[in-house]
């Protein structure tokens, strides 16, 4: 069993910025996959941001070019750097991961992320 702890999340205005944070309980040298999803009020949950085992990453139209996957292996966390942040990006924010070799997929609780003035 894996654990995923998400922090980061609060309440910030149009425009700014914060940076998410996943620690896990193990290693993430050896994890497949890993990535970030959001769920807003009403809406299905949706993949933002992932990385791939070799380090490519995939953002969605909706955060490209301000949303930033990054990992830190010797802390076994995944961030999530967001910036230029709008209100439609409010939502709770997961984080997810997949480890060899039987790629299962574990999530975080989740944190919160609102963004208004």
């Known amino acids: 069993q894996v654990q995923l702890v998400e922090s980061g999340g609060g309440l910030v205005q149009p425009g700014g910025s914060l940076r998410l944070s996943c620690a896990a309980s193990r290693s993430i040298s050896s994890a497949s996959a890993m990535g970030w999803a959001r769920q807003a009020p009403g809406k299905q949950r949706e993949l933002v941001a992932s990385?791939?085992?070799?380090?490519?990453?995939n953002y969605a139209n909706s955060v490209k070019g301000r949303f930033t996957i990054s990992r830190d292996n010797a802390k076994n966390t995944v961030y999530l750097q967001m910036n230029s942040l709008k209100p439609e990006d409010t939502a709770v924010y997961y984080c997810?991961?997949?480890?060899?070799?039987?790629?299962?997929?574990?999530w975080g609780q989740g944190t919160q992320v609102t963004v208004s003035s």
């Open positions: 990385m791939s085992v070799g380090g490519s990453t």
């Open positions: 997810n991961m997949r480890f060899a070799p039987t790629d299962q997929s574990y």
